[in-house]
C-alpha cells in the first residue's frame, strides 16, 4: 500500500529534464552552507516545497536511510534524489555537484593555510574560529541527542559508548559493531506492532553487480595510486579515509571523533589546533562538513612533498571519502522502504544513533580541551587513558570569546556564518589588545 501511495503522489509531481536538474543541483551545491541541517532544509526546499519532483514521503523516507549511512547524510540525499529523478547519471551529477564547489574552496583554503598558517594574524584570527567550533560541536551534540535517545536504553548505550572511546580508547568501529549487535537482538525480543509488508524494488542480482562496480571504482585508482606512488603518505591517506568511509555512521561530527585524535595522535599529519581551525574552515564553506578530510589529506600530503603531493593528497582523500557514498546509495536506494520496515535492522540503527551520541560527546570534550588549554596530556592507568589539562594554560581569550559565541548562536541564534567572522575579528583584537 504504502508503495502504491508513493508511486500516486509521485504522479502528481512535475518530471523536469536532465538539464534542469542539473541547474538545480548546482544551485544546491553553491548554495549549501551551514552544515547538514541547514543543507537538508536546502534541498527540501527546492526539490519537495518549491518544484515537487519528491513527494514529502519518498524525501523522508530517503532522509531516515541516508542519516543511518556511513558518511555525509546530505550529499547521499542529493544523490538519491537525484538517482529517483534521472537513474545513475542523475545521481551521479547531484552528488558531484553537491561536493565539487566546497571541494575547490577547501583546496584553495587549504593551500593558503599551508603556506600562511603561521602568520600571526592568520593565528589570531583562527582562535576566535576554535572558539566557535566548540559551541558548533556542542550544538550538534544536542541535535543528535534529541532524536537519537528515545529511552533508558538509549541513553546507556550512549554512555557506554563514551565511556569505551574516552576513557577505555576503544576503536570506534568495535564500539558501533557492538551497538549494532545488542538493537539488532534486542529488537526481536521487544513487542512491536504488525510489521508492513514491503516488497524491494530491486532484485538481488542487480545489487550484486552495482556493488561489484562500485568496489572497483573505489579500489582500483586507490590501488594504482599504491603501485605507481613512491610517497608512503598517499597510501596511508588513502587506507585510513577508506576505513573511515565504512565505519563512520552518525554523519560528519561522528568522522571527526574518530579522525581527529587518530590524524594528531597516531599519525601526526596534524595538530589538535590544526584540525579545528580545518573544521573551522569546512564550517564556512559550501558542501559537506567531512569536507574538512580533504583538508587533512592535503595537509598530510603537502607536508611530505609540497603542493603538487598536497593536490594528490587531497584527490585521494576525496575519492577514498565520497567514492563509497555513491556505493550506497545506488546499492541501497531500491530497498529504502523494505528496510525501514524491518524491526531488527531498525533497531540496530536506532543503537547505532544512541552510540554515535556518546561518540560526539568525546569529541565535544577533547575539542574543549585543546581550545581552551595549551597543554593536554594523556595519562594511562592500568586499562583507562586520561586526559589532564595544565590548568596554569588556560587560554582566557578563548573561554571569553566561546562565551560570546555561545549567547549569540542559542540565546539570539545569530546566523553561524556572522558568528564565525566576529569571532574571527575578535580573535585578532584580543590577541593585539592582550597579547
Excluded at 225 to 233: C, E, L, R, T
Amino acid at each position: 500500500m504504502q508503495n502504491t501511495m508513493m508511486e500516486t503522489g509521485a504522479e502528481h509531481r512535475s518530471t523536469p529534464t536532465l538539464a534542469e536538474a542539473t541547474r538545480v543541483w548546482a544551485r544546491i551545491g553553491v548554495l549549501s552552507f551551514g552544515g547538514p541541517a541547514a543543507q537538508i532544509a536546502l534541498m527540501h526546499r527546492e526539490v519537495v516545497d518549491r518544484r515537487g519532483w519528491l513527494t514529502e514521503q519518498q524525501f523522508l523516507n530517503a532522509l531516515s536511510f541516508c542519516m543511518f549511512l556511513p558518511g555525509p547524510e546530505a550529499m547521499q540525499l542529493a544523490t538519491y534524489s537525484g538517482w529517483r529523478l534521472h537513474g545513475t547519471l542523475g545521481g551521479l551529477i547531484a552528488g558531484l555537484l553537491f561536493v565539487l564547489p566546497g571541494a575547490l574552496v577547501i583546496l584553495a583554503l587549504a593551500t593558503i593555510y599551508a603556506y600562511f598558517g603561521s602568520v600571526p594574524l592568520v593565528s589570531a584570527l583562527f582562535l576566535g574560529v576554535k572558539a566557535t567550533v566548540v559551541l558548533i560541536v556542542v550544538e550538534a551534540l544536542l541535535r543528535v541527542a534529541k532524536k537519537a535517545l528515545s529511552g533508558m536504553a538509549h541513553w546507556i548505550i550512549a554512555a557506554m559508548a563514551f565511556t569505551g572511546i574516552f576513557f577505555l580508547a576503544l576503536p570506534f568501529p568495535l564500539i558501533i559493531a557492538a551497538a549494532a549487535a545488542y538493537g539488532f537482538v534486542m529488537s526481536g525480543s521487544a513487542p512491536s506492532e504488525q510489521p508492513v509488508k514491503i516488497a524491494p524494488s530491486g532484485s538481488l542480482l542487480n545489487t550484486a553487480m552495482t556493488i561489484v562496480l562500485w568496489l572497483a571504482i573505489w579500489f582500483i585508482p586507490l590501488a594504482l595510486v599504491a603501485m605507481i606512488s613512491p610517497q608512503p603518505v598517499l597510501v596511508e591517506v588513502g587506507v585510513f579515509f577508506s576505513k573511515l568511509a565504512v565505519v563512520t555512521f552518525g554523519g560528519a561530527y561522528a568522522v571527526l571523533a574518530y579522525m581527529g585524535q587518530d590524524v594528531v595522535n597516531q599519525f601526526g599529519w596534524l595538530s589538535a589546533g590544526e584540525m579545528m581551525d580545518g573544521l573551522g574552515l569546512a564550517e564556512t564553506t559550501p558542501g559537506p562538513l567531512i569536507l574538512v578530510t580533504q583538508f587533512v589529506g592535503f595537509l598530510a600530503a603537502f607536508r611530505e612533498g609540497g603542493f603538487g603531493l598536497g593536490v594528490l593528497g587531497a584527490l585521494v582523500t576525496l575519492w577514498a571519502t565520497f567514492a563509497p557514498c555513491f556505493l550506497w546509495i545506488f546499492a541501497g536506494a531500491p530497498f529504502i522502504d523494505w528496510i525501514g520496515a524491518q524491526p531488527r535492522l531498525k533497531g540496530a540503527l536506532s543503537a547505532i544513533s544512541a552510540a554515535v551520541v556518546g561518540v560526539i560527546l568525546n569529541l565535544t570534550i577533547w575539542f574543549a580541551l585543546h581550545v581552551f588549554f595549551a597543554r593536554v596530556t594523556a595519562t594511562k592507568s592500568g586499562p583507562l587513558v586520561l586526559w589532564t589539562p595544565d590548568l596554569a594554560t588556560i587560554d582566557w581569550r578563548a573561554v571569553l570569546l566561546s562565551a560570546l559565541c555561545a549567547v549569540l548562536l542559542f540565546r539570539f541564534h545569530w546566523d553561524l556564518m556572522r558568528v564565525l567572522l566576529l569571532a574571527s575579528a575578535g580573535g585578532a583584537a584580543l590577541v593585539y589588545a592582550l597579547g
